[in-house]
């Protein structure tokens, strides 16, 4: 592999090649002209290649994180990050105020610019567990299915009832504490 500089056509390139030497920059009087030929033993080599670190199969991930220590440091760190990267809203109205984590797009297969569960893949490929054993246990362990990781920080039906409440003005109560329900 070399780089030629300097000339007006492909004779010239190719007699001032003949006469240059291999690895050395040659000035030619007749064609005032300048090449570098660069052989491949004189790239310098990376002593400790980086090889990317495979993503563990989904049985590696589920061993690991079935012990209870490993899942609760992994669900420590993933919390964390999600409040780090998801949007955090906050709500002021006259009764309350409150605030909870979105990802700050309607969950709706039709929206273009809704990305599921975006930041739970990046975090399994930076931790190396494979993102749908690490799923299917999360829904697991919250009895619940998710359609978006938002719904991992932000209860929606909290978010509804509370919604319902400043809409019509009225207290639903928290279900189970209702002073009169309807069967």
Known sequence: MF????????INALIAWILGKNGIVVQSELFDVHILEISVEQIPKRR??????????????????????????FMKDFLAYLQDNLQKIKVHDNISSYEYYSC?????????LWRPF?????????????FET???????RIYKRLNCECEILTNHDD???????????????????RELDIV
């Open 104 to 112: 700050g797009q309607p969950h709706d297969a039709g929206n273009g």
């Open 48 to 73: 400790h290649p980086l090889m990317a670190k495979q993503i563990r199969q989904a049985h590696e991930t589920w061993k690991h994180l079935s012990q209870e220590n490993n899942f609760q440091q």
């Open 159 to 177: 978010l509804r009832r509370r919604d319902l409440q400043k809409m019509y003005g009225i207290d639903f109560g928290e279900p189970g504490r």
């Open 3 to 10: 780089q030629i500089f300097g000339f007006e056509n492909d």
């Open 118 to 130: 975006e930041h739970m893949q990046a975090f399994c490929r930076k931790k190396r567990f494979d």
């Open 134 to 140: 690490v799923k299917g246990m999360i829904e697991d």
